[in-house]
């Protein structure tokens, strides 16, 4: 089922939670709500949930406005960051709670009941726990319960609210997995929200990213990290160095270099910035007196004289933090651990480090 928000705004007191979002969720769809702590995201969720009531707007659930309908009524399931799971019930009735309290002419058997529930148990491959108690599963177990119980009343819609925040990073990663196999079985159109970057990537079909109740950009992964709209879209979205300077006619010129910044020709003499992610950037030795006095690409090409300050060649990819001998700032680099060693790279060697590209944005006025 689509899901459509139109002008939604949200006050709490003189706090502008979110301010004119209008978005599309299409049906069947695995969306991220991604931004930083206190852009609304999570407000938003709550929202379309029915948890919450929008001060302006309207919620839209298959084309129907639902902005007025009570949450029991809207057939969204709901899963919550700390699992919402009764203590003092079983894993079975946990999962069986929501179908057990439904109106009477709407509930199952108890025959239907318990094959249901144990079905769902077993999708999510917890069924052997039918008997234990919540205190007795790892924290990864209990929230593919919490999800197994928004499932079983068979939602429209289905709503996480940083469902793996309460995780350490291995089970993170293994939920991730398992989430998205379980979306591409189930095809619920589905909305989770989070603020880690790298799981908003790696889970979703879709991105929209939010900054201070507005949204800043909607797209594919792959497009919003390749493509970002806005300087705070390139800089939330995985680390980048930046370079200060001032755009004239399509181009910025920071730090000795010159950027091109298309889309921005009509840009004179104001100040702006270069965002160069670490995989972009290259390194080079530094030329010998002899290879510079023939004439080298490194002497000759406009670059900067860096030393290498720190480096973790760890598995495939090495990390470096270049210093910058002209203004001794730091600039990150990534590359391949084979490269770097076939560089001859060690602590203290110098190199010339050189974009290979980036992207330039205006500075905002503050």
């Known amino acids: 089922m689509s899901i459509e928000v139109r002008h939604i705004h949200k006050r709490f007191g003189a706090f502008t939670a979110l301010d004119d979002v209008s978005l599309s969720f299409p049906d069947g769809r695995l969306t991220a709500l991604l931004g930083p702590s206190g852009c609304g ?36 399931g709901f899963v919550f960051q700390h699992y919402a799971l009764f203590k003092h019930m079983s894993v079975f009735e946990n999962v069986a709670f929501g179908l057990r309290v439904k109106p009477r002419e709407q509930r199952p058997s108890k025959q239907d009941i318990r094959k249901k529930v144990m079905d769902l148990l077993e999708l999510v491959q917890l069924d052997w726990l039918a008997d234990r108690r919540p205190a007795a599963l790892s924290g990864g177990q209990r929230q593919r319960i919490a ?69 800043e950009q909607i797209g594919t992964p792959q497009a919003v990290y390749d493509n970002p709209a806005t300087a705070f879209v390139c800089g939330f979205l995985g680390h980048v160095n930046l370079f200060q300077g001032r755009m004239l006619d399509g181009r910025l010129q920071a730090d000795g270099m010159v950027f091109a910044a298309p889309g921005h020709s009509g840009e004179q003499n104001v100040p702006g910035t270069a965002f160069v992610r670490p995989h972009d950037i290259q390194i ?31 598995g495939p ?16 680099a990534v590359m391949s651990s084979r490269e ?4 001859g790279g060690a602590v203290h060697q110098r190199f010339i480090a050189r974009p290979r590209q980036a992207r330039v944005f205006p500075n905002q006025p503050t």
Do not use: C
């Open 147 to 215: 999800l197994a119980r928004a499932l079983a009343v068979e939602p429209r819609v289905l709503l996480l609210d940083e469902p793996f925040g309460a995780l350490d990073a291995k089970v993170r990663k293994e939920l991730r997995r398992w989430l998205r196999r379980l979306h591409d079985e189930l095809q619920v159109t589905s909305i989770f929200v989070t603020h880690d970057q790298e799981e908003a990537l790696e889970v979703s079909d879709d991105v929209v990213i939010m900054n201070q109740g507005r949204v």
């Open 317 to 332: 990819m090495a990390q470096l933090e270049l210093q910058r001998e002209d203004t001794q700032e730091i600039i990150e």
């Open 41 to 76: 995201k999570t407000t938003l969720l709550r929202i379309i949930a029915g948890l919450e009531h929008a001060d302006q707007g309207q919620v839209l659930l298959g084309g129907q406005d639902a902005s007025r309908t009570h949450v029991r009524h809207r057939h969204v």
């Open 284 to 314: 080079e030795p530094y030329p010998s007196p002899a290879t510079a006095a023939a004439g080298s690409s490194a002497a000759n090409d406009p670059g900067w004289l860096v030393s290498v300050r720190r480096a973790r060649a760890l």
């Open 340 to 343: 770097f060693h076939r560089l």
